[in-house]
């Protein structure tokens, strides 16, 4: 969460086990790019190194998308200070993410490419095919253009690899470095040295080996980078929806300008086709509005005066001018847009652990390598120096730490992403790990389970008290409260031509009632147990639905029957949920009858009503003391506490601030439906990020040994350096194309 802790949205959580806000109150998120990186170790050598800096309080790197979440406190360090540190490990600091995601482009990578690949063609060709008239230079010609190769085409490679060294640390760079150095610098003396060779039968060089290799992983880093960008695709599409410019009309007419200039209150007109720059009210006109890429919701959505708009949706027909009212980074697209990054950015359980085995294993491959080197050297066959460089080369170059760096970070861009386009907001990597765990899912049900949108059926008035009297006691009080009963209440007020008179000493009994005094009476309304608490004799009522109960100054005056509407899809969802094994519970504010009638529509046989917001927490905290996996599904403020302590929190998101904020997943739009598309996310993003882990593991300890010669002896076989770089770069387009079989899996 950016900003001060003063600017930060405060919430309640009652009794949560989860923790929001650092205890510094001065810490900034910023996103960094960062360049060089390559490999899983290159990811644990930046956070490790960072977090030692002072007023650094933690790093997250991702390599997919070749940035870093820094949480740093600016009156200790700023981002130039961030960069240098970034610099001093061996890694190029690229800027502050802001408006673009910056990546490695698969240009870059392409051009040295182009110079490499047809150099190493030459090479190669020249090594394998006798070409008489130059026989007795050759040597010397391969030395120039492998010299070219590593000088233009992988000079990346070596400087990272230099600046390792001086940092007395390793990465990928370190073992691609030592491994063509190695056959480029035997080469080299056997080209200079050619008669010493000669007369010990080692008269072999290897500058093909150190050019293809090259070219494979340049190739590999091409391929990759591509794929990953692929992989941001949902991402930049979000970027990319908030329009550049907008029509401001002010007192000098209409004009274009920088969507990024305008202010609060400034009138805006958007015509067909148009997009909403910022979100706005609509003031004049009418017209419908595609919200797809927000929502979800396939339908364009009615437009006219007093509705809201919001920044990067289409106006597919009709006109409107509208006011300003939220901008920049205040906007719900980039609201969006900033949990999708921070999803991106953060780690789920698994990629922690693969960091770990990442961090020693560069250091034990060069410890294998050298190992090889000496084995094949003592008691391999001739040529020994020549065999045991060969092995010692192809072991450096076929350990890939790369796709171990790769498997999670691009499987949870690219979920988080599609989750986006559908409707589905993820506030993290671990819960998309969690999710999928889920056996038991508790709902609120008003606006959760029903539509929220609440009307006053019946208005039961006692004796002696006047309609209007009584609704504007009543509305007064509620006007105070954000209770979706409240609501419709006042508006059942408004409707009947009722004032709503200033209210003081406002007190909210969370789940209960509330209380305040109106021109000098107090008013009660809430729950019948919360009036009989207060000595309210309280006549009950045969209404089924949901019940509010107001009290005159200690004394029953009447009671608001409130009915609500399932939604269309609740039915189907639960059903879809008892198919997945996962059980539903109803635990409700609300009456026995009113949960009864819903739950019994819906299919939901386990109920709970008339329970306070510490008593949700209490029945949760219950499952889980059971070992049950428990998800919690719901909108209000009444819901924060067990949203916090859930497993997983589902948050509608037409409910409040507080619920959005404590939840770990944001629902958009009204369909339930999308809870299950959540679920079935989850499952499939695990599903590829263990085959993603278990593919990059695989490789390593199956082609280690091959390369090192352990199957020599008994079948005769070993990995050339060639074959080990084309399989090294193989490895991590493999994890990445996998990954991107997300945006296309049906959910």
């Keep these: 969460m950016k900003g001060s802790l003063e600017e930060r949205e405060p919430f309640l959580i009652l009794n949560s086990a989860k923790e929001y806000f650092s205890m510094s109150e001065k810490l900034i998120d910023q996103n960094i790019n960062i360049g060089g990186m390559m490999c899983a170790a290159c990811v644990r050598r930046v956070e ?15 390599l997919a998308t070749n940035s870093a979440l820094v949480s740093y406190n600016p009156d200790v360090l700023g981002i130039e200070q961030i960069g240098e540190e ?50 007795s230079y050759l040597f010397y010609i391969l030395l120039v253009l492998t010299l070219s190769v590593m000088v233009f085409g992988g000079d990346i490679f070596y400087r990272v690899a230099w600046k390792n060294l001086k940092n007395r640390t390793s990465d990928m760079n370190t073992l691609l470095a030592v491994g063509t150095l190695s056959a480029f610098t035997y080469s080299v003396f056997v080209t200079i040295f050619a008669e010493y060779f000669k007369s010990r039968g080692n008269y072999f060089v290897y500058y093909d080996a150190a ?76 017209g419908r509005a595609d919200e797809s890429m927000l929502t979800g919701e396939s339908v364009p959505v009615s437009k006219r005066a007093g509705d809201t708009v919001y920044a990067g949706t289409v106006l597919t027909s009709g006109t409107v001018i509208y006011s300003a009212k939220t901008i920049g980074n205040e906007t719900v697209l980039a609201g969006i847009i900033n949990t999708v990054k921070s999803a991106t950015a953060s780690k789920p359980k698994v990629q922690r652990m693969a960091d770990q085995v990442s961090s020693v294993f560069v250091p034990t491959v060069l410890v294998i390598a050298c190992v090889t080197f000496l084995v094949w050297f003592f008691f391999g066959p001739a040529p020994l120096l020549a065999n045991s460089l060969l092995a010692f080369v192809s072991v450096l170059i076929v350990a890939c730490p790369c796709a171990m760096g790769l498997a999670t970070p691009t499987a949870v861009m690219v979920s988080t992403g599609r989750g986006a386009s559908n409707g589905i907001l993820v506030k993290n990597g671990e819960t998309l790990e969690k999710a999928c765990k889920v056996n038991r899912i508790i709902f609120d049900k008003t606006g959760t389970l029903t539509t929220g949108d609440l009307q006053v059926e019946v208005c039961e008035i006692e004796d002696g008290l006047a309609k209007k009297e009584f609704l504007s006691c009543a509305a007064s009080l509620e006007a105070l409260s954000d209770h979706p009963l409240a609501n419709s209440i006042v508006d059942y007020a408004k409707d009947n031509d009722v004032d709503i008179i200033e209210a003081i000493d406002f007190e909210n009994h969370d789940g209960e009632g509330v209380t305040a005094l109106v021109n000098g009476k107090k008013i009660y309304a809430g729950k019948k147990e919360y009036l009989d608490r207060q000595g309210i004799n309280v006549k009950d009522s045969a209404f089924s639905g949901s019940r509010v109960y ?62 306070s917001p510490q008593g949700k927490l209490e029945i949760l905290q219950d499952y889980r003391s059971k070992g049950d996996i428990v998800a919690m599904v ?15 929190g589902f948050a509608m998101s037409g409910g409040t601030d507080v619920a959005m904020q404590s939840g770990d997943i944001t629902i958009l739009g009204d369909s339930t439906g999308r809870i299950v598309k ?19 593991f695989f490789y390593n300890i199956a082609l280690i040994p091959l390369a090192a010669g352990v199957f020599y002896p008994v079948f005769g076989i070993q990995l050339s350096p060639m074959f080990a770089g084309a399989a090294m770069a193989f490895s991590s387009v493999s994890v990445v194309t996998n990954s991107l079989r997300l945006k296309i899996k049906k959910i």
Aim: glycine fraction near 8%; charge should be negative; charged fraction near 25%.
């Design 550 to 611: 107001i009290a005159i100054d200690s004394e029953y005056v009447g009671m608001f029957g409130i009915t609500d509407t399932v939604k269309e899809d609740a039915s189907a969802t639960i059903q879809a949920l008892k198919k997945k094994g996962i059980t539903p519970v109803i635990v409700s504010g609300d009456n026995e009858k009113a949960v009864k009638i819903v739950a019994d529509k819906i299919g939901i046989s386990e109920t709970y009503s008339g329970i």
């Design 634 to 648: 719901g909108d209000g403020v009444n819901d924060a506490a067990a949203l916090a302590a859930s497993d997983v």
């Design 678 to 696: 959540a679920i079935n996310l989850s499952c499939f993003t695990l599903s590829i990020i263990k085959q993603n882990l278990f593919w990059a």
């Design 48 to 62: 490790k190194k960072l977090q030692k800096a002072e007023g650094i309080e933690s790093v997250i790197v991702n």
């Design 86 to 135: 970034v610099e001093r490990i061996g890694y190029e600091f690229k800027g502050v993410d802001q408006d673009t995601l910056q990546d490695e482009t698969s240009s870059y990578y392409a051009k040295k490419l182009m110079i490499a690949a047809p150099l190493s063609l030459i090479v190669f060709t020249l090594s394998m095919v006798k070409i008489p008239a130059i026989e």
């Design 211 to 286: 050019c293809v290799i090259i070219s494979f992983i340049l190739l590999g880093r091409t391929m990759e980078a591509r794929a990953k960008k692929r992989a941001k695709g949902a991402i930049e599409a979000l970027l990319n929806l908030a329009p550049k410019t907008a029509y401001l009309i002010d007192e000098d007419g209409e004009k274009e300008v920088p969507a990024s200039l305008l202010r609060i209150d400034d009138k805006i007109r958007v015509k067909p086709g148009g997009a909403i720059a910022v979100d706005g009210e609509v003031l004049e006109g009418q």
